[in-house]
């Protein structure tokens, strides 16, 4: 089945830093790629909409040159988290979808990143 | 405003029985609602779509229904199992591009 994978499974930074975080879709090419990001005991909230070669859809609210998304290729979307701060700590969870409309969504792992 | 509301308690039932978790939603109109199970630290895990002109889906001992009118959909596990304890979400549509909106998540545990 559809497998999807994120790298790293968490991460540590010091505040001012940059991260980056990547989602690949193993065995299938992605129409659309998708970041959530969780708090604890909270549910996903949508961060914003990746598509293979063209700019991410961003959600309202969610700051774009700060949550910079690049979609290379069709396997693989990358979120960079820049100028980390404390208040940035969460899961961060990447979707894909084969289709592009009506079609259930596959989930990364996650990415539990921690600022200090 | 737009709202999805699932039971914030935790469900606490008895291996065997049958547990019935609740999605209400208000000011949408989604053409499909989806139900995915997360584990603790781990991403959700896709479980049971169901489409807005179908009334029930089934799948081995998982059983969702949908109801426009209520604006209601009904998730099902029969003979639970203390394996089956997780965190259930309901998510629902957007209408544009397979976005989807989540709500907040049931917490479902089983009990010998």
């Known amino acids: 089945g559809a497998v999807v994978s994120q790298h790293p499974s968490w991460v540590i930074c010091k505040s001012g830093t940059s991260v980056k975080i990547e989602c690949r879709s193993l065995?299938?090419?992605?129409?659309?790629m998708f970041w959530y990001r969780q708090f604890p005991k909270q549910s996903l909230m949508l961060m914003a909409t990746?598509?293979?070669?063209?700019?991410?859809?961003?959600e309202q609210g969610v700051e774009k040159d700060k949550f910079l998304i690049n979609h290379a290729s069709l396997t693989l979307s990358t979120l960079t988290v820049t100028s980390a701060h404390p208040e940035d700590s969460s899961f961060y969870i990447c979707s894909a979808s084969l289709r592009a409309y009506g079609d259930e969504q596959f989930f990364g792992p996650g990415t539990r990143l921690t600022v200090l | 405003s737009q709202k999805i509301e699932q039971n914030s308690e935790a469900l606490n039932i008895q291996e065997g029985k049958t547990a019935t978790l609740t999605c209400n939603y208000t000011?949408?109109?989604?053409?499909?609602l989806q139900w995915y199970r997360q584990d603790p630290g781990r991403g959700p895990v896709f479980l049971l779509l169901?489409?807005?002109?179908?009334k029930e889906k089934r799948k081995e001992r998982l059983k969702v229904t949908f109801d426009t009118t209520l604006k209601q959909s009904l998730f099902h596990i029969t003979a639970s199992q203390p394996a089956d304890s997780a965190t259930y979400l309901c998510a629902l549509d957007t209408g544009t591009a397979s976005k989807l909106t989540f709500g907040t998540g049931t917490r479902l545990q089983v009990t010998l």
């Open positions: 990746s598509n293979e070669g063209s700019k991410a859809t961003y």
């Open positions: 065995d299938f090419q992605a129409t659309t």
């Open positions: 000011n949408y109109s989604p053409a499909y």
């Open positions: 169901i489409r807005e002109n179908e």
